[in-house]
């Protein structure tokens, strides 16, 4: 897996971009780095100050395309995406702000049922590569401000976390806009634009998990990346990589684990990486792989069953029947697959109809409790 590190700096500002851009020397660098911008077809509206509107041309952002692309994309998807950044780069923005701002209150979620647009003011602050996740000054979490609102109606809860996001634009697409708002997605720190991904997820009400690459029992022979944390690595090490991981998005109210079968059966590596998430305000919810770990004042959850192991629409069919049945015996139960074409299809045709057989589709964050 090839890693491309774009670190984000913590407030951009697009007027500032529009003169780069028109430099000889920086140029292709800054041409570059707009289509990793709206290629995931969305704008970070971090404009100037006085908070006028900006539109942003796309075709100069789209004709860096590196090949294959735009062909991941139907081209009525391509139109929408394009209408999409626009309007959104139309919208006023108001002066940005990097650190915790008491009493600062997190936005309602829009009339259309999309999420706040990440980085929420008071959750924030710089980093060395981007903004960092941090409890706000009255004590709430990032885990409070980005889970997605629900209220539970008495019926079983049943969860579904959808991950591999973010290195396949059509599977991603297909993720975000067919699957419904209370499907938890999680994304991989990895992709390109992965702001621009995040954004759109957050615009369509999904709640946002970040992969977090940790050491399995058969690395190097299966290897997460440059950035996956070792259960053998110092603290600083870790803390090092895990703050790369972290600033590569805002949005997220919660990681989760990517492999991992060595990292979270050790002790010293497990609690170390728990007090960081707990020192910023996260959730940890797992794939099953640390059902047996305790949180620490942490917000966790562990899925009970992955339901794409067998890439079969039978299969899946009983393992989401499987879950539903679990739900019904003890209330809850949480799910995860991978944004394979079939399973996307099968979560899709399944979430039109669970809660007509009296369950409530809830998003993960819902099944999360300190423990």
Request: aromatic fraction near 8%; charge should be neutral.
């Amino acid at each position: 897996m090839a890693m491309i590190a774009m670190p984000r700096p913590s407030a951009p500002n697009l007027g500032n971009l529009k003169a780069i851009l028109t430099s000889p020397k920086v140029g292709v660098a800054a041409a570059a780095a707009l289509f990793v911008a709206c290629a995931a077809a969305v704008v970070m509206l971090l404009g100037p100050a006085s908070g006028r509107p900006i539109r942003v041309h796309l075709a100069p952002a789209f004709a860096h395309a590196p090949k294959g692309w735009s062909e991941a994309l139907a081209p009525a998807s391509l139109v929408w995406l394009s209408e999409d950044v626009l309007r959104w780069s139309n919208l006023a923005v108001p002066a940005a702000s990097h650190g915790a701002t008491p009493g600062a209150a997190v936005p309602a979620p829009s009339a259309n049922g999309g999420l706040p647009q990440a980085p929420i003011t008071g959750f924030f602050a710089p980093g060395p590569g981007g903004p960092l996740p941090i409890i706000a000054q009255d004590g709430r979490t990032p885990f409070q401000a980005y889970a997605r609102p629900f209220a539970s109606n008495g019926r079983p809860k049943v969860a579904l976390i959808i991950g591999g996001l973010g290195l396949n634009a059509r599977a991603t697409q297909a993720a975000i806009v067919t699957l419904p708002p209370q499907i938890t997605l999680s994304f991989v720190p990895y992709a390109e634009g992965l702001q621009g991904w995040i954004d759109m997820a957050r615009a369509h009400g999904h709640e946002v998990l970040l992969e977090t690459p940790m050491e399995p029992l058969d690395y190097p022979d299966n290897d997460p990346g440059p950035y996956t944390l070792m259960a053998t690595a110092d603290g600083p090490e870790t803390a090092k990589k895990l703050e790369w991981i972290l600033s590569r998005a805002s949005g997220y109210y919660a990681l989760t684990n990517y492999l991992g079968s060595r990292f979270l059966a050790d002790d010293k590596a497990y609690e170390s990486f728990l007090g960081a998430v707990r020192g910023r305000g996260l959730g940890f919810i797992d794939d099953g792989s640390a059902s047996r770990r305790t949180g620490g004042g942490v917000p966790r959850a562990s899925a009970e069953r992955v339901i794409d192991d067998q890439l079969t629409q039978a299969a899946i069919d009983q393992e989401l029947l499987k879950l539903e049945a679990s739900a019904l015996q003890r209330g809850q139960a949480l799910g995860a697959g991978f944004a394979y074409p079939v399973t996307l299809d099968k979560v899709a045709r399944w979430a039109t109809s669970v809660e007509q057989r009296g369950y409530q589709l809830a998003p993960a964050s819902a099944l999360a409790i300190k423990k």
